[in-house]
């Protein structure tokens, strides 16, 4: 992720302490512009500046070293005219008046079409439980496993049914990123810091989607802590999804991570071969996919075992394809189209792949030292050759973007998706392509 001057301040606030956070002179800085070389910050005096420079400057300098380029330098500009102009009542974020009572549910992720099978039943079971019974045996729920297998599904069902029963619940669906977010702009206007705490910890259900990024960020620890706190006295409904369980979150305070396993913990696994054929024969009733024969579905099914998502994505893929080559979809056509597949994208790898592997066959191609991805150097030479690595983390392994972060000492994941990004740009180009396909087979 590349960083705004906006969001890189956000980021340096929410990684100081929470005196730090409410300081009235950090308060006052406006993130004026970012580049390689520099980011400027404005205040509105010569003694803001100061009491900046004598109480916040190293910190504050960590932080940017973390998240930019290591030449990159902070900059204090004076601007006396940010002292003249008062706050226009109408910046200030009201939650009251613009948050509706149910907030950003799918409504086409229901329990109807969440397909149950052995892998998932306990969560379909839990998840349907505590829409029926919000505060009940089932508070807090914490579904946790691997990308793709439904538990954005069940989160949006368990709200999308919330709703259904009592419309006046005030329900909120969140990712643990946007709930940062939001905390940390709470905190730059102290107008809104109120509202913040009110939506979040009045709500009657909360969902929080990908809690294992709260890791590393003790502020926003500190606050999703009150807040689970608030509403689970007063018998309010928590429900929250990880990549891992409880115990094996890291970076977690252990207050935050024992609370986790206080109500019901469940695991959502892979899909057995049963459960992805009834997958791909409701996506073709779905979609009116008509010509597509059960032979092929059950190919497809016994090929790619990864899950959910990237099952259906190959079924749109084949038909997509079938269709813009005006080629019949038979068995013939689906084995062609799955062997231009790389093997581990559709879940078929035999061994094991890890981030210490991608990072050896890397460094070999590159004639590398086998510590200069893992290192902090930025030099052009090994910032390629790491972002390939990165995007080879991505898409051969089940590792969170956490985990792929730490594997190549980073602080934080945003290095990791904006790796993916640049490398997924240049893919467009026929050499890149051939370069991951060789990688890849050598991985495999």
């Not at 368990?158 to 709703?163: C, D, K, L, P, S």
């Amino acid at each position: 992720m590349q960083h705004t001057p906006d969001s890189l301040w956000l980021t340096i606030l929410e990684e100081l302490d929470e005196t730090a956070r409410n300081d009235i002179y950090l308060r006052q800085v406006i993130p004026h512009s970012l580049t390689e070389e520099s980011f400027i910050i404005a205040v509105p005096s010569d003694y803001t500046q100061d009491e900046i420079e004598d109480r916040f400057l190293s910190d504050i300098k960590k932080v940017l070293g973390d998240q930019t380029s290591n030449g990159c330098k902070l900059k204090i500009s004076v601007d006396t005219s940010l002292a003249k102009i008062p706050e226009p009542e109408q910046a200030v974020h009201s939650y009251e008046e613009d948050t509706p009572e149910t907030a950003n549910l799918n409504p086409h992720y229901v329990f109807d079409n969440f397909m149950v099978g052995p892998s998932n039943r306990i969560c379909h079971a839990t998840a349907f439980g505590a829409s029926d019974d919000l505060g009940g045996k089932y508070n807090p729920l914490f579904i946790y496993g691997g990308v793709g297998l439904g538990k954005t599904h069940l989160l949006h069902a368990i709200g999308n049914r919330v709703q259904d029963i009592g419309p006046k619940r005030k329900i909120f669906y969140v990712t643990s990123e946007t709930f940062m977010n939001e905390f940390v702009e709470s905190i730059m206007n102290r107008n809104s810091a109120q509202g913040f705490r009110t939506k979040y910890r009045t709500a009657d259900l909360l969902l929080i989607d990908d809690i294992q990024f709260l890791a590393r960020k003790e502020g926003t620890q500190e606050e999703f802590f009150n807040t689970f706190n608030d509403l689970y006295m007063n018998s309010n409904q928590i429900v929250m999804t990880s990549d891992r369980s409880p115990s094996m979150l890291e970076n977690l305070e252990e207050r935050l991570s024992s609370r986790f396993e206080w109500g019901m913990v469940a695991e959502i696994d892979k899909p057995n071969y049963e459960l992805r054929l009834a997958i791909l024969q409701r996506k073709c009733q779905d979609q009116e996919f008509e010509d597509i024969s059960d032979k092929v579905l059950s190919y497809i099914a016994e090929m790619v075992t990864a899950n959910i998502r990237e099952l259906e994505g190959i079924l749109i893929r084949l038909t997509t394809q079938a269709s813009i080559l005006d080629e019949r979809l038979d068995i013939d056509f689906a084995r062609r189209v799955l062997n231009d597949t790389t093997p581990i994208s559709r879940g078929l790898q035999k061994k094991v792949i890890t981030a210490e592997a991608i990072q050896k066959v890397v460094t070999d191609h590159f004639q590398l030292d086998s510590d200069d991805l893992t290192s902090p150097k930025r030099t052009k030479v090994l910032v390629f050759p790491r972002q390939i690595a990165m995007y080879l983390c991505r898409e051969l392994t089940q590792l969170s973007l956490l985990d792929i972060a730490e594997a190549f000492h980073r602080q934080n994941h945003r290095t990791i998706t904006y790796a993916y990004e640049q490398i997924e740009k240049l893919l467009e180009e026929k050499e890149m392509k051939k370069l991951i396909q060789l990688l890849t087979d050598e991985l495999t």
